[in-house]
């Protein structure tokens, strides 16, 4: 069974950059799929931030491309997310998810962390 | 940038009623369209994807149709599990960019 994890710190300050991890288990990330972050604000809808796969090729949504770093390491079998300059904005539940991929690109969030809510505050 | 616009955005029913969910594409997404249900505290949960395909262990109740700019996901009698907020997401061409329509609640009436 596929499992993924989030991890990092609950409140950061204005300015500063937004790290979070997240743990796969059940799956090798070398064996394929991109992996991806989504992040829903209190009350509100999803929205995508961007993917990775494991060769290291990433694709950023263009709104928040600027600010936006994916990583991935495939020895500890996790990958991450850096956002900076955080506003309050920025405060939302940050999702890790397995992306599957159509012929070879990525498309659909099949398997899900269960979030984690980062606040930006100071 | 394609945007998707989902209807209505609160649909009151009774278990056992059927539920049809519209999802509108601002242009042409084929058929790289997904739903997902949310419910309260949870990640979604991927149920239709490439517009009519249900995901693994989805049940049969859950179906979806459309092409092009409009789609349905239609639940044929809602269980008292079904209450939830249901997203669309879709994939545009190149490069792959990924967004969500804004949601539809499905509430008891």
């Known amino acids: 069974q596929v499992q993924l994890q989030e991890s990092g710190p609950g409140l950061v300050k204005p300015s500063e950059t937004l790290s979070l991890t997240c743990a796969v288990s059940?799956?090798?990330?070398?064996?394929?799929?991109?992996w991806g972050w989504i992040r829903q604000p209190p009350g509100k809808g999803l929205e995508w931030i961007g993917s990775?796969?494991?060769?290291?090729?990433?694709y950023y949504n263009p709104s928040l491309k600027s600010r936006v770093t994916i990583s991935v390491d495939t020895s500890k079998n996790q990958f991450s997310l850096k956002l900076s300059s955080v506003t309050a904005a920025d405060t939302a539940v940050y999702y890790c998810?397995?992306?599957?991929?159509?012929?070879?690109?990525?498309?659909?969030?099949?398997?899900w962390g269960q979030g984690t809510l980062v606040t930006v505050s100071s | 940038e394609i945007v998707l616009t989902q209807s209505p955005a609160t649909l009151s029913l009774s278990p056992g009623e059927r539920a049809t969910l519209s999802c509108r594409a601002s242009?042409?997404?084929?058929?790289?369209l997904a739903w997902y249900q949310q419910k309260p505290g949870q990640a979604p949960r991927l149920l239709i994807y490439?517009?009519?395909n249900r995901a693994t262990g989805i049940p049969a109740r859950f179906s979806g149709s459309g092409s092009g700019t409009d789609f349905t996901l239609t639940i044929s009698s809602l269980e008292p599990e079904d209450f939830a907020v249901y997203y669309c997401?879709?994939?545009?061409?190149?490069?792959?960019?990924?967004?969500f329509g804004p949601g539809t609640k499905v509430d008891i009436k």
């Open positions: 998810a397995r992306q599957m991929t159509t012929v070879t690109t990525p498309c659909y969030f099949d398997y």
């Open positions: 990775i796969y494991h060769s290291g090729s990433t």
């Open positions: 490439d517009a009519s």
């Open positions: 242009q042409s997404v084929s058929s790289y």
């Open positions: 059940g799956y090798s990330i070398s064996s394929g799929y991109y």
């Open positions: 997401q879709q994939r545009s061409n190149w490069p792959p960019e990924f967004t």
